[in-house]
């Protein structure tokens, strides 16, 4: 067995999809030097007898396949074998364009070829560790779902998936001290989860940019909340998200966008969200500096509350236990894996 491999690998059985021969013998190669039992092949049909007739535990496919493509094949096999991974490979660079195929046709995981040599492993052996199959609330569908659209976003080296997974755990937090429903508790959650979908629509280049923005390149960044918006109206079990996603940088005083919206008019998940993300941003290191201590971040918020934050929020923040909210943030980072964080222009 590989010194990479784990008796937990050695067990499962992964189908690999691919017409290219050259492709599909160095993902075989590379999940067998992890342990796996790798069943390659070109042709759909096959890939999904094997997964139903042997009870695969995942399958990995190329988008583009010349019979039928991987996303229909995965969105058959979710009836067919629920309980087996699923996960499309692309060499396509329209993120946006391929995030949209990701909860209609459900695919677990998106993976750029150029990346499979080293996060495809651990990618399956992710999606193995967790339970499939067994009977889910809306609820777990949802999130589900909104950490698929998360991995794409940290596919392109925009978004760490820890930022994602805090911000949304500290914003579920703020919400139950509100006492808001459960049905909106969760809204609030997803829409923090997903916040910055819509940057799966902004060009790379100006998400990787290591210097200032021009006019209209920060003109099509600050229309991500819109392009956010506009991906999940698409996705029905992520309708709730949208008003956090459309409305996350928006202020208080009116001086946010893309809408410039005024205190009440903000909906009331995005006026949490706005303390929850400033609260990640101040802890956490940057590459010009050192995160804050959890002291300095609260006196930072409640100086520009009804300013930048809503009043009634920030008073609910620091209502909760300084031990009790940082628990939770450290408890929502055992759910992802984290990158690079982007280029300091995109917090603006």
Not at 40 to 52: C, D, L, Q, R, Y
Not at 178 to 187: N, R
């Amino acid at each position: 067995m590989s010194a990479e491999s784990t008796p937990r690998d050695s067990e499962k059985h992964v189908v690999v999809l691919d017409d290219d021969i050259i492709v599909l013998r160095a993902t075989a190669r590379l999940l067998r030097a992890a342990g796996m039992r790798v069943t390659p092949t070109t042709s759909a049909k096959e890939a999904m007898e094997h997964v139903v007739c042997d009870s695969a535990d995942a399958i990995v496919s190329d988008l583009h396949m010349p019979e039928l493509g991987g996303h229909l094949v995965l969105a058959m096999l979710a009836r067919a074998a629920p309980s087996a991974a699923r996960v499309l490979m692309t060499s396509e660079t329209d993120f946006a364009r391929v995030a949209e195929l990701l909860v209609p046709y459900s695919v677990d995981a998106l993976i750029a070829k150029p990346d499979a040599a080293v996060k495809l492993v651990p990618m399956l052996r992710d999606l193995l560790s967790s339970t499939r199959g067994t009977s889910t609330t809306r609820g777990d569908n949802a999130r589900a779902h909104a950490r698929t659209i998360v991995r794409a976003l940290a596919l392109r080296e925009y978004e760490t998936e820890s930022h994602c997974e805090r911000v949304a755990a500290w914003s579920k937090r703020l919400a139950q001290e509100l006492e808001l429903s459960p049905t909106k508790i969760l809204e609030v959650e997803l829409g923090a989860l997903l916040h910055d979908a819509g940057m799966l629509g902004v060009r790379e280049a100006i998400i990787q940019k290591p210097g200032p923005l021009s006019p209209d390149e920060r003109f099509e960044l600050r229309r991500h909340p819109d392009l956010g918006a506009a991906l999940l109206t698409e996705i029905p079990v992520l309708a709730g998200a949208l008003a956090i996603v459309q409305n996350h940088h928006e202020r208080v005083d009116g001086s946010g966008y893309p809408r410039g919206l005024l205190r009440e008019d903000i909906p009331l998940g995005a006026r949490i969200f706005a303390v929850a993300d400033a609260y990640d941003a101040i802890v956490s290191d940057r590459p010009y500096r050192r995160g804050q201590p959890d002291a300095s971040a609260r006196q930072e918020i409640a100086s520009v509350a009804g300013v930048q934050f809503d009043r009634q929020v920030v008073d609910a923040f620091l209502r909760i236990d300084v031990v009790d909210w940082l628990l939770v943030g450290q408890r929502a980072v055992g759910q992802a894996t984290d990158r690079p964080p982007a280029p300091d222009h995109i917090d603006a």
